[in-house]
């Protein structure tokens, strides 16, 4: 690998260069031009909803700068509550194309502004040794075509790594259409390729976003899997064979630009955990931006629907649920005044009460109100002892919710007197007294 | 039942369990010196510090858990909790009379319990400093961070950053405990700090000693945190809830103006 302390290749723009301290001055003219189009670029990302540095590992080489330990760093939360992690900008906000639900879209009546390659390097490296970030978020619009805004995006990347020896965080959108070459290019380098799909149905697509299809997104998908599959494999033959994105693919589903049902979004996103191996899907929902009359007029972006989703999507992957438990031809949308843990166990009356101290360990990450952590202690601490209900409640187990679908000692609610109709309106008023459920994305 | 006086190092306090266990009693309580407060009716052990005997409690727990006790009992002691001396003996009593790692997994046992809860906070802790902490940039290319945590976890956190910042020189400082750690490019040491660096109420470093360039990074990095708010998603509860506001004093991002 090039990866060293000296750059291997010729990069036109990139001039000879200091490379302990790096940084050239920004004189304050050029600062405010950076600080314009940061504004701009930076605020035309934000509805991307991808935060995540997590899942890759890149240790620190040859005393360069930074690393990624496996697990993300959140460095600070904006006013909204969300995560704070990348440098999260577009490259550009121009582009050719006319997408409904975007802000950049062409017929939009917006500032344009581009990053130059070294802009952004200069702000990704002047923030990460400040600690204000894990690493970079590139996206862009397209300008030209796919190819011309790939290979910028590559060359970032590509400066990070060979010029200044960044062993930090990096994102790149895989820009569909791209060419095999760049994109292969683009795993060498990034932690994480995305291609988000936005619509959750090829025919909304066409209807909001006539220019893209299905194809163009799962094209790049597919390369991208097929091509980490392959170096997975060469690593366990030659040592010596590099990472390709070491933290996958990810992409992102807009909620409420179109009319699909909650069920075909999760199985959607099922299908690409499964069969694309997607490290995360991202829901989004939907932010009326500006009218236009393709894409529904809302008021607010439905948040608690974003967040059920969310938490069935943890279920999915986290607490071993199939699409079909969570929902079914009946409930083909989450219910938004409880979760779809609770759900499910309202429905499924007959697997409850579950035995503390003897059931499986899947049964007891079904409860209501026992998490993963709160399981996998529980199933060590009983090996040395019988479980009582105040055990429970010190581990973390949330006994007003969980105490009617469990049994154990100490449990002083005979369970077999609730039905469960009477079960949902106790927890909904005992909740009501309380504050309003916390939309959390879970980081 | 006697009170046992420890210096208020993390090897003074290893050093009274191991005399209590020598003794084979379990102390009525075990107190920092500064702390004590004479009576006439105690039986009071003054216990000096041995690196020694600290050492062989720290590999008697390891050895009975993998290699995983002695991290936690230090995490503990590092919490400065009141009365965490004798969660500690405790703690160290259940793993030698265990005598088996998996003790560590019984939480249904109170000392494991509350030790795991500490430690967990302890965690928590770090992490949030990996997060919170905003280097400034000297003139002289030395990296200052002001920070001031709820708990003494500035020893736990020089690994991380070393891992990280291996080729600039830094400096982070706990402002309420007053003292540092620095990495010179090779090792991280602890420090104290002489010469006024700090604002101590804003966090920010010396004019006189600050880069020129980096009020500019702290204007950029402010004016990205502003504009990837969504203000349509305006979330005050859950924004303070991770960012708790006894932290923002020394987040760039949080302070009100720059000139």
Redesign the interface.
Known sequence: MGRKNKCLVYLPDQQSNDM??H?V??E?QT?SK??EK??IL??A???DASCSSSGSKR??TF?????S?GMG????????????SL??ILFTNHCIYDCAYCVSRRTNDVKRAAFTVEEVVD?TI??Y????IEGLFLSSGIFKNADYTMERLVRVAKTLRTVH?FNGYIHLKAIPGASPELLHEAGLYADRLSVNIEIPSEASLQKVAPEKNYSDIITPMNYLSGEKDRYVDDKLHFKSTPQFLPAGQSTQLIVGASPESDTQILRLADGLYKTQKLKRVYYSGY??IQTDNRVPLIS??P?LRENRIYQADWLLRFYKFSVDEILDEKNPNLELDIDPKLSYALRNPEKFPVDINRADYEMILRVPGIGVKSAK?IV??R???W?HSE?LQ??GVVLKRARYFISCPGLDVPRKDYQMADIKRIILSGEALQ?PP???LFG | MATYVYDGSFEGLLSCIFEAYRAKTVPETIVEEQHHQFTLLEDVQHIPADEGLAARVLTGIDARTDGRAATIVYQLFLSELPKVEMLIFNFIAAVIQRNHASILENFANEFILKASQIERMMHREVHRMHAFVRFQKAKEGIFYAAIEPDFNVLPLIGDHFERRYADQRWVIFDTKRHYGIYYDLTETQFVTLDSPIFNLSSGDLNPEIVDDAELIYQALWKNYFHSVNIAERKNTKLHIRHVPKRYWKYLIEKKRSIK
């Open positions: 302990v301290m940084t001055f920004l304050l600062m950076v600080l940061l504004t930076s605020d990302a934000k509805y240790a620190n005393k360069g700068l930074g690393n330990d760093i959140c460095h600070s939360y904006t006013e909204d509550g969300r995560c704070v440098l999260k702000l002047n923030f040794r400040r600690n204000y020896n932010v009326p607010a972006p948040l202690k060590s601490s090996i040395h002892q479980l055990h010190k581990i504050a916390q939309l959390s």
